[in-house]
């Protein structure tokens, strides 16, 4: 009965243009807002995964690292334990180091990461190289894969037509004191065999080869690393399975899943996401007051109908809810047409890639989008409940009216 009542209000010609100005406008800001809210969570999810995409290509699921100092020691029953720990799929030791690489006279500072055979299975860093081809050698005919940032400022070159190119790789000796500076580094000669381009971060700072040559260069011993990498066979398992490590390793090991280790990163797009989200419930809130003048104006208008309803019998309640139905009528037709008019835009962005990204400097030219379904439902619950608020006042003063017939 109440929304035949706020139905009939609605479509009904109003004896002054504002009001019905005034409500459409209403209208149409709802809409817009929503719209507005959906299309920008929409391409914040597309971007969001876009980046997980490029670091999942470098970051391990799990993350093993020593609490204090730069190594740890683990014995044969430790790794036996974790590789059989049931959602552990592979498992990869690293030793990663500060490098100094030259070819000639040309060097660049690296974070050279020494890996074994199964790092390919952790982290698919092979279907990123774009010059070249992945092979890390082994500690005798040691190989180096380095970053499209590294390949330049070092002026690496890699064709077939030219022998392999040697590098010299300068590191800091584990546990050495000595007063002469040279005393305390080491220096190798690798070969490189690739390069790899994921992300500028990477591309600029990363190098991989092979885990034996690392260690020898270092001066560790057999069962001496600074990191396990470990793929999972059930990414929603994660945080189980991390425990279950942290469990069999102790306190003295730091473990970490792929968020923990980027938290800063994540933790920046939500905010950046959600502070975005809401400045724009600032436009639903400003068409909350256009919707208060709305049916402030209604009810004045409908003073008589009210009054009529009064005597016969309405109690307080039932004028307030025709009118607070109303507000949620205009707020929902406005919630709909935003709704409806995001998800046509996202759905022609999706398929033809209408709308591009400016620059030519990121890895597509378009702006990638993702639809969910929590989105939509956090917008039209926003968007009820602006519209709720905003409704109570024009619905609590027609409730409290005089019964006037005249």
């Known amino acids: 009965m109440y929304l035949r009542f706020a139905w009939r209000y609605f479509k009904a010609k109003k004896s002054a243009n504002a009001i019905n100005i005034i409500a459409w406008v209403t209208t149409g800001v709802i809409a817009f807002a929503t719209c507005c809210q959906i299309l ?5 999810n597309g971007f969001e995964d876009i980046v997980k995409s490029l670091y999942s290509s470098f970051y391990a699921d799990i993350k093993v690292s020593p609490a204090t100092g730069k190594t740890f020691f683990i014995d044969g029953a430790k790794i036996k334990a974790l590789e059989g720990i049931s959602n552990v799929q592979h498992i ?4 990663e180091e500060k490098a100094l690489l030259k070819n000639d006279e040309l060097q660049s500072i690296v974070q050279l990461k020494g890996v074994d055979s199964n790092y390919p299975a952790i982290c698919d860093i092979s279907s990123k190289i774009i010059n070249g081809k992945y092979d890390i050698g082994d500690s005798e005919n040691a190989r180096i894969v380095v970053g499209a940032g590294i390949e330049e400022a070092t002026g690496i070159t890699l064709n077939e037509a030219f022998a392999p190119e040697k590098i010299v790789a300068i590191l800091p000796k584990s546990n050495v004191i000595n007063n002469d500076p040279l005393e305390t580094l080491s220096e190798g000669v690798i070969t490189a065999s690739g390069t790899f381009s994921i992300q500028q971060e990477f591309d600029n700072s990363y190098a991989i080869t092979n885990i034996d040559f690392i260690k020898q ?7 001496e690393f600074t990191n396990i990498e470990i793929k999972l066979k059930n990414e929603s398992l994660e945080n189980l399975t991390k425990l279950n490590i942290q469990k069999l390793l102790g306190s003295n090991f730091i473990v970490k899943n792929k968020y923990e280790q980027n938290e800063n990163l994540y933790n920046t797009m939500k905010i950046e996401k959600w502070a975005i989200y809401a400045l724009l419930c600032l436009i639903l809130i400003i068409a909350a007051f256009n919707m208060i003048s709305s049916l402030t104006m209604l009810v004045l208008e409908k003073k008589h109908d009210i009054s009529i309803l009064q005597s016969m019998g309405a109690n307080k309640n039932a004028i307030k809810n025709i009118f607070l ?12 047409i935003g709704i409806t008019l995001a998800s046509l835009i996202c759905l022609l962005q999706v398929k033809f890639k209408l709308i591009k990204l400016e620059g030519g400097s990121f890895l597509i030219d378009y702006f990638p989008v993702k639809i969910m379904a929590a989105d939509f439902i956090l917008v039209a619950f926003t968007a009820m409940i602006i519209t709720l608020l905003a409704s109570w006042f024009p619905s609590h003063k027609a409730a409290n009216q005089a019964l006037e017939l005249k």
Do not use: A, H
């Open 40 to 44: 920008v969570l929409s391409v914040f």
């Open 92 to 95: 990869s030791f690293i030793v």
């Open 217 to 223: 260069q270092i001066g560790l011993q057999k069962n």
């Open 325 to 336: 139905i109303e507000g949620l009528l205009l707020g929902s037709i406005g919630t709909f």
